[in-house]
């Protein structure tokens, strides 16, 4: 098969000539913010390394001082700042450099204003010497937001050319967190539709730092792809299907996917409002456990609920571990697909530590139809059988995408009358509450499981969520993190040819070449019943470090 070059490899979204025309002014008006001072040599970027996570740290564009700032997670930056030790200024400016190069060699980027993000730390740093203190739990701490988030004066999207636009205001979540401190420098990336476990839009392809013939994930690909370049200590995605766990799964970062409407929606932009057959939730996507629980303790502590009405008031309450022992349950698969070797190796390792700790108790967990679960969740996902989205493609003069094309074809996908649309809430409440009489029956307190049926997929092959989605439909809080291993063509390999227990899984062995996903991070799901966001944070913590040990 003949190579494709990385400029190929990058490339966005095409179109007809009308489009091509609007899309060429927007990639011109991102690339004119990139400093020349910041821009990597042609040599590098004509042939890079399939690998380039190392690339910021020899490129000599970063002193060493910024190289130190941009090693540390979001808990380190919040800390130093605090105590004198760190400027905002500095740490900005740090992290925006990277992002710079970060996006020349992952098209993560669909805006950068670190000019606009070096005043506003200005300013705190400003109320720091002032005062002494800080203004908030966040104080100078650079963020990253996903394209959908509006950041007042940067660029936003809802995953189409036709609804790019500047925004006029800050959405609630970025409202909130400007309040805490934190500073904004980037906005990123994110897919067609914004319905892809991969993220290519008119900006670019997302590509995967560690493999860059593999995806980044999607639809919060942008963030993962930037978090991993160390462009980014903590960025905000969204997930609806997987879109913070999946990409964080597959760049190796940490992501959350918090309990609907526990944090603010209000003001995301979106293509299909008043869609309420399913919710999306805003969450941190980061380098460290700690991180994950500095944002929620931030941004829940703020109550949500007071700015949006749709947020609920719900409290972040992680129990104490050391009282009664953890029931983990684990779940090797999904009873519909069968995760690629280096996911399960992962598992049977975390299953083998555990069952050696005094602090937990392991038994195996048996997922409940989660065939029929996935194929409601798919269903209320597009209810008018994918008109809008063909519509805002028209309208734009934009190509669809193959993963596109997927995601709103039959048979999951078709257009609903309002019996219609009543019968499948109908049906996803039964099943909920039939999960919910199972997950009881199971007795486990969480449930540690793969993220995806596999590490990073190739590129435009992602077509099976129910890794991720099926947690969306019952929203059940779910955290990704670092298994610690990675894929290895030596040892991950199948023993004797797998037989397929479903046409989505035979799909899913036939993308496996060991050799293909080499390097690649293997990662790890922890899901808990709703509301139930501060107990998976702790089990996560403690799952961790026992697995670390």
């Not at 740093?125 to 966040?138: M, N, S």
């Not at 409407?261 to 919710?279: E, S």
């Not at 050391?322 to 049977?348: E, F, N, Q, S, Y």
């Not at 190509?399 to 996803?428: C, F, Y």
Request: hydrophobic share 40%; net charge negative; with cysteine.
């Amino acid at each position: 098969m003949a190579t494709v070059s990385f400029k190929e490899k990058i490339k966005g979204v095409g179109g007809d000539a009308s489009y091509e025309a609007k899309a060429r002014v927007f990639q011109e008006q991102l690339e004119a913010k990139i400093p020349a001072s910041l821009r990597l040599p042609p040599a590098i970027l004509e042939d890079p390394p399939l690998d380039v996570t190392h690339i910021p740290e020899i490129c000599g564009l970063l002193t060493s001082q910024e190289l130190a700032i941009t090693e540390l997670d979001a808990t380190a930056v919040c800390q130093k700042i605090a105590a004198g030790e760190l400027t905002a200024v500095n740490a900005v400016t740090a992290f925006g450099k990277r992002a710079a190069i970060a996006h020349q060699l992952t098209a993560c980027l669909i805006d950068f204003f670190l000019d606009e993000g070096i005043k506003q730390a200005q300013q705190l740093d400003e109320y720091f010497r002032k005062e002494g203190k800080v203004i908030g739990p966040l104080h100078g701490l650079p963020i990253s937001i996903k394209g959908m988030l509006p950041v007042k004066g940067t660029v936003g999207s809802a995953g189409f050319l036709v609804n790019i636009e500047t925004a006029t205001e800050d959405c609630d979540m970025t409202r909130i967190l400007r309040s805490l401190g934190a500073v904004f420098y980037v906005k990123t990336n994110q897919p067609q539709t914004l319905m892809h476990l991969e993220s290519k839009s008119t900006y670019g392809r997302v590509l995967n730092p560690h493999n860059t013939d593999l995806t980044a994930g999607g639809s919060s690909g942008g963030e993962s792809a930037l978090v991993a370049m160390k462009g980014s200590c903590i960025g905000v995605g969204t997930d609806g299907g997987g879109s913070i766990r999946a990409p964080c799964a597959h760049c190796g970062i940490y992501g959350f996917r918090p309990s609907c409407r526990t944090t603010p929606l209000h003001g995301v932009l979106w293509y299909q409002p008043g869609q309420d057959g399913f919710f999306s939730s805003v969450g941190p996507m980061c380098r460290s456990a700690r991180d994950m629980r500095l944002f929620l303790e931030a941004v829940l502590g703020a109550n949500p609920a007071l700015l949006d009405p749709d947020a609920l008031p719900v409290p972040l309450k992680a129990p104490d571990l050391t009282k009664k022992k953890l029931r983990v349950g684990i779940m090797m698969h999904d009873g519909v697909v069968m995760p690629h070797p280096p996911t399960i190796r992962a598992l049977k390792l975390a299953k083998a530590k555990l069952e050696a700790s005094s602090e937990v108790e392991v038994v195996d967990y048996t997922p409940y139809d989660h065939d029929r679960g996935y194929s409601i969740v798919r269903e209320l996902y597009f209810e008018d059988g994918g008109a809008t989205v063909r519509r805002l493609l028209k309208e734009g003069g934009e190509d669809m995408l193959p993963l596109t094309e997927w995601v709103i074809s039959p048979p999951h996908v078709r257009d609903h009358d309002a019996a219609q649309v009543w019968k499948l809430r109908d049906e996803r409440d039964n099943y909920r509450r039939e999960y919910s009489d199972h997950w009881w029956s199971q007795n486990v307190d969480v449930v540690l499981c793969p993220p995806f049926p596999g590490t990073a997929s190739r590129h435009d092959t992602a077509k099976y969520w129910g890794y991720t989605a099926i947690w969306n439909l019952l929203d059940y809080p779910g955290t990704t993190f670092p298994s610690g291993s990675v894929a290895d063509p030596a040892i991950d390999v199948y023993q004797e040819p797998p037989s397929p227990m479903s046409a989505a899984d035979e799909y899913n062995l036939s993308l496996y070449d060991a050799m293909k996903f080499k390097g690649a991070p293997v990662s790890l799901q922890i899901v808990s019943r709703i509301y139930s966001d501060g107990l998976v944070l702790a089990a996560q913590e403690m799952i961790e470090r026992i697995l670390k040990s």
